[in-house]
């Protein structure tokens, strides 16, 4: 769902009771803590812990609450072979989280007057969309932030084991230019507006029309108007860089063969480029989220247009019992009642779930650093337990 190359991860599922599978079990260093009141340190080393224990290597959490104070508990070892500890300030692939980054810069612009949600593709990206039953004329860029624009997203990569990851890991990404192309070989999903399907086809039209409306690269956007702004000093686009600043965990990936396989360093992530390339930290992902929720980011105006929500498909219901998406994020039931906002991302190495309340003074993030890709028992454990802590870390204030 949250790959940051596309389909190719299988999509992992969110039920009520977790499987836990037959694995060896990585013992978990000691917690570590900032600001903690008594009460979020045991739930979420609880939590953390339970998400350790299905086979995860490495777990770091972040929870800030609404006085601005931060816990923060980690869980299992950065690496299998040295055993060092997890750090609490590692960096991360974000993956398909960036997509909410993209998203806010786009709706900047909406509000700056440069441009509007119903503007077409066409109009900024004239011929870019076009044939094979796809018409850039009829889609707008509001469908292309909710995913209701029906554009398929080509899968180069076809991950299905450690092979293949060695095959493609440090391929210089094609230009989303060549990606979208690609994409309009294919006849869409639906005509747009007519159903949802998530699709990062549609985020990198939306990184290709903020480098059109602005004469800069998106990436060089999201800096000067988010990451500058809110001293986000560890959330970088890596460009053609292959390797995740220090500190972090070694990223690693079970695929049905080959054991846990390495794979920390690799440009997959980058292939997405507006739709997945980001890298960050529990610290800064929660700084930019409640930002984001809390009116600081955007006007009004578009903020509301942020949270206007379309249904989605019933894949997705059925990961995601009353899942909905707005621009750039999804709206997640809480088992406690009411909903909170979050955009996760999966990539070989990195998991990441997050959550924020609709008024942004209370969020958590959790990276893992192993990806489950072997059984589906196993997915929808990693799935269950992540959705988990967040649901419990945000019900508590409530």
Partial sequence: MFGAAGPILVVAAFVTTACQPDRPVVAAPSATTTSATAADKTALQRDADAIRDIGITGVQVRLVAADGNSTVVTSGVADTASRSPVSGEGYFRTASATKTFTATVLLQLVGEGKLTLDDTVEKWLPGVVRGNGNDGTKITVRQLLNHTSGLKYPNPYELASPEDFHRYALDVPPPPE?????????PPNFTPGTGWSYSNTGYLLAG??????????????????????????????PGSAVTVPAPHATGYTQWPTGGLVDTTDNRIGVFAAAAGALITTTADLNTFFRALLGGKLLQPEQLADMKKTVDTDAEVKSIFPGARYGLGLFSIELSCGGRYWMHGGDIPGYKTRDGVSDDGTRSVVVSMSTLLQDTEDHQIAQENTAMALVDHALCRDN
């Fill in 178 to 186: 060549q990606v979208v192309a690609t994409a309009v070989q294919s």
């Fill in 208 to 237: 290709m029309i903020i480098d059109k409306v602005t004469g800069t690269p998106w990436d060089e956007e999201v800096d000067r108007r988010i990451i500058t702004p809110l001293g986000l000093a560890h959330t970088s686009y």
